[in-house]
């Protein structure tokens, strides 16, 4: 398992590698050229963003007692992958020498302005978009407890409604048992009174007979 992290991590080290040397670029160049460039850039972190989600599910899969030194290592990656993203929105609002010098002369302090007011509602744009993809994985990961709770609700129902039905046909079976126990008690009892009277007429027979022949003599 800690070989394809660090196989992960390889290629991690060899994308931003690639995205900072082609971020250094974008600011340097203008037109069609630096729009290529920008979409190759995305395209990039987009494949580290892949290339990240890769490496979380690696961690969560490895045992307990050496995630925490990956959960580690995979922070720092994100970091970095944070600070790449920001460098890269700077770069793409950033002039070439050449431009910034004419923009310069042409309009001062004004141009700076307004290049950090642009630097300022990229950040807040960025801020916003992180918030909303970690409402959305909030969203997402409660949706999924709530479908786990539904089919553990569900499972448990049947259980009990096995349970229940199991109770039903035991207290019939007891109850038929019981009728059964009361028919058989009766019984005994009305043998053991027909032995009694039984009992009782064959001694009242004898001391009859023993009384009429001591009477006869």
């Known amino acids: 398992m800690s070989s394809d992290f660090e196989t992960?991590?390889?290629?991690?080290?060899?994308?931003?590698?690639e995205i900072t040397n082609k971020i250094g670029r974008v600011p340097k160049l203008a037109g069609e050229e630096k729009t290529q460039l920008v979409l190759n850039v995305d395209k990039k972190l987009e494949e580290v963003r892949e290339l990240l989600e890769q490496m979380d599910l690696e961690v969560r899969e490895i045992p307990a007692q050496s995630r925490g030194m990956y959960n580690s290592?995979?922070?720092s990656?994100?970091?970095?992958?944070?600070?790449?993203?920001?460098?890269?929105?700077?770069?793409?609002?950033?002039?070439s020498d050449e431009v910034r010098n004419e923009l310069l002369e042409g309009e001062g302090a004004s141009s700076e302005s307004q290049r950090a007011h642009l630097l300022d509602n990229t950040e807040r744009l960025e801020r916003s978009s992180r918030r909303l993809e970690a409402g959305y994985q909030i969203a997402v990961e409660t949706e999924q407890v709530g479908q786990e709770i539904l089919a553990n609700l569900h499972s448990d129902r049947e259980k009990i409604q096995r349970s229940r039905d199991r109770l039903r046909e035991t207290d019939a079976n007891l109850g038929k048992s019981s009728r059964i126990l009361t028919g058989m008690l009766r019984r005994v009892i009305q043998n053991r009174i027909l032995i009694f009277v039984l009992g009782a007429v064959i001694l009242l027979t004898i001391v009859l007979a023993v009384y009429f022949n001591f009477r006869g003599q």
Not at 77 to 95: C, G, H, N, V
């Open 8 to 17: 992960y991590e390889q290629d991690f080290a060899t994308l931003t590698a």
């Open 73 to 75: 290592r995979l922070k």
């Open 77 to 95: 990656y994100k970091q970095e992958m944070d600070k790449l993203e920001k460098d890269f929105k700077r770069s793409r609002i950033a002039y």
